[in-house]
């Protein structure tokens, strides 16, 4: 693994990320947001796994952007006002956390990266994360019925 190569992918993801919560227009944040799932379909290769790199891109590269292109069409909703002061705080601690999270979860290792095997993650993803895996399911649809439903009462 080329470490320059991982770290630009690193700062092209930040970069899109950042561009994908701060833009006011909600096309240019799905746009944005898409890039940032491929790129880390990019960091999921270079770390050598493969097939979750496969389910990035069919997944979240590929469905989600379409999903949330398709719901900001449905609303008619092209543009959103800029971040306020709290959440732009809440962020921030958010990312600080996670930031504390991932070097005390990481820290414990040698900094070595041992690939998964495909067989390995579907029976950790059915057997361990079957629950979370679930409730993140429920609650997409939960948020495009509630889209479906704020378009209805706007027109209607």
């Not at 890039?35 to 290769?45: Q, R, V």
């Amino acid at each position: 693994m080329s470490l320059t190569a991982f770290y630009a992918l690193a700062a092209f993801t930040l970069v899109f990320a950042v561009f994908a919560v701060t833009t006011a227009n909600m096309v240019r944040a799905a746009f944005s947001l898409a890039i940032t799932f491929f790129l880390i379909a990019g960091l999921y290769l270079l770390l050598g796994s493969p097939a979750l790199a496969a389910i990035q891109f069919m997944v979240n590269a590929s469905a989600i952007p379409i999903m949330t292109l398709f719901i900001i069409m449905m609303t008619r909703s092209r543009s959103s006002g800029a971040p306020r002061t709290w959440q732009i705080a809440a962020g921030l601690l958010a990312a600080a956390a996670a930031l504390v999270f991932f070097k005390g979860a990481v820290g414990h290792h040698d900094g070595q990266i041992n690939p998964v095997s495909p067989e390995l993650l579907g029976s950790n993803l059915l057997q361990a994360a079957l629950l979370p895996f679930e409730v993140a399911s429920v609650l997409l649809l939960l948020a495009m019925v509630g889209a479906i439903a704020l378009a209805r009462r706007r027109s209607g």
